[in-house]
């Protein structure tokens, strides 16, 4: 069973708003931080924001800052990455990701990327000029 599911991807005019979610199949999720990452044709993946199992701390890449908005509710295993202002360079396959441990370390794994416990399939995202 794949731990995390994305959804949400798809083709959006720049300027426009998308919304990507990813489900956990248990609620395990639930005590994990959670984050998304991307990655563009011929580029490697970059974080790009992540959020403790409590929803207290969040953590954003300074190219999405103010632009995106992440997300969790527990009670339905779902984490969310609002997207606004979406720009041709934010195109890339999304991944969600899941990290255990002490919230602390737990976001400093996941702005690393090195190491992650769990990570999903990917969905697609296309900002169109």
């Known amino acids: 069973q794949v731990p995390l599911v994305e959804f949400g991807g798809g083709l959006v005019p720049a300027g426009g708003s998308l919304r990507l979610s990813c489900a956990a199949s248990?609620?395990?999720?639930?005590?994990?931080?959670m984050g998304w990452f991307r990655q563009a044709p011929g580029k490697e993946r970059e974080f790009v924001a992540a959020?403790?199992?409590?929803?207290?701390?969040?953590d954003y890449a300074d190219s999405v800052k103010g632009r995106f908005t992440i997300s969790r509710d527990n009670a339905k295993n779902t984490q969310y990455l609002q997207m606004n202002s979406l720009k041709p360079e934010d195109t890339a396959v999304y991944y969600c990701a899941a990290e255990g441990g002490r919230t602390a370390q737990a976001m400093s794994v996941m702005r690393s990327g090195n190491g992650i416990d769990y990570w999903g399939k990917g969905t697609l995202v296309t900002v169109s000029s």
């Open positions: 959020i403790s199992w409590s929803a207290g701390t969040t």
């Open positions: 248990d609620r395990t999720f639930t005590t994990y931080a």
